[in-house]
């Protein structure tokens, strides 16, 4: 072998190793370019081809001079198709995939049961006001129309201008709404942990409760029975009014705390996904630890947005919180450049007023 050739063989034991690294690299872009059909020119195939066989054969300066020229020629004719990128497409998706599956599907474990209950316990609890406001009102109406209790012994007669049908019919909406109240109150209870018990529902017998819940047949005294509903209204109001202000604490909490953040991170999810939908049809995905800070940011937006009620946009259209928990997850950027905008407006200092102008200079005559 002559000195020059020898001068010129890189050993293959002292070439650098990123020279292994980039022929993988422009092999993988020209096999995805001969994929996809861009043509590429016999130099570019050729140095790689070349630089298969050396590095084998021992590397020469012009082979590795010429692969890295292939390679920068490729990265640019392929771009944003990258060398990692496709490494990653054949590589690194299953792992991608399943790290978001698990995500999904802890935050939906979470997120569906809390939303669920949130939104019943609201909606009963609503209910459960207006029934309880229905009730006094027809409580003072039967106090005003039959007057107080009478004396033992005294029979019980109509006050003059009180219709009976009215009394009765007042009567029986009374007891539905104890019944309802009492009703709606046990299913709320259901929610709230530790649960709370009505004080006389586990020493009544069923005969018992039914007579404090239900009318006597052909009511033969409205004010005994008005007074017998009252004194059951009483505990069951108490008991739905106790729950009503838990239901408010700890559901009130939840949805203000912590499902923004929650909901905050399923819109993180959501980006995620479609991301790397586009990239992967594109072939342009490649693993970045910055998902993992997309998180912790989407986490401190939804946190934010747990401060506020109803964001509303027009007159007749607001946006609840959790969809906006939801859209600044989903968009992460977006809500940090506007909070930024936000506090430039807050800081910006005024303009200083004009220098005054010099006067004029007057003339002589």
Not at 15 to 31: G, I, Q
Not at 165 to 173: A, G, K, N
Request: charged letters at 20%.
């Amino acid at each position: 072998m002559t000195h020059s050739a020898t001068t010129g063989l890189l050993e293959s034991q002292k070439s650098p190793a990123y020279f292994n690294d980039a022929l993988c690299d422009a092999e993988r872009l020209l096999k995805y370019a001969a994929e996809i059909g861009i043509d590429v020119t016999p130099d570019t195939r050729g140095a790689i081809l070349r630089a298969r066989t050396a590095s084998t054969e021992g590397w020469t300066e012009e082979v590795a001079a010429n692969l890295l020229a292939a390679l920068t020629s490729l990265a640019a004719r392929l771009k944003p198709v990258t060398a990692e990128s496709l490494k990653a497409y054949h590589n690194d998706t299953r792992p991608t995939v399943h790290t978001y599956l698990i995500w999904a599907i802890i935050l939906a474990c979470v997120i569906v049961p809390a939303s669920v209950a949130t939104f019943v316990t609201s909606a009963v609890s609503n209910t459960l006001r207006d029934d309880i406001t229905r009730a006094n009102a027809l409580a003072v109406k039967l106090r005003s129309e039959l007057g107080p209790p009478l004396p033992a012994g005294q029979a019980f007669e109509f006050p003059k201008g009180v219709s009976a049908s009215d009394v009765i019919s007042d009567l029986q909406e009374y007891a539905s709404l104890v019944r309802n109240i009492n009703a709606r109150a046990r299913k709320l209870n259901r929610f709230i942990v530790p649960r709370q018990r009505l004080p006389f529902e586990d020493t009544l017998s069923p005969e018992e409760r039914k007579r404090r819940f239900e009318l006597p047949v052909g009511i033969p005294d409205p004010i005994a029975a008005r007074d017998n509903i009252t004194n059951t209204y009483q505990d069951v109001r108490y008991f739905a009014q106790t729950l009503i202000t838990d239901v408010s604490v700890f559901y009130g909490a939840l949805s203000t705390c912590i499902l923004p953040v929650l909901y905050a991170l399923l819109g993180t999810c959501a980006y995620l996904l479609r991301t790397f939908e586009d990239q992967m049809s594109n072939r342009t995905f490649t693993p970045s630890a910055a998902n993992s800070a997309r998180f912790l940011i989407a986490a401190i937006g939804g946190g934010v947005v747990g401060l506020f009620n109803n964001i509303t946009i027009t007159d007749q259209a607001s946006v609840p919180p959790l969809a906006i928990a939801f859209l600044v997850g989903y968009a992460v950027d977006v809500f940090f450049a506007f909070l930024e905008g936000l506090l430039r407006a807050f800081t910006k200092t005024p303009a200083s007023n004009p220098p005054p102008s010099a006067p004029a200079a007057i003339g002589t005559p």
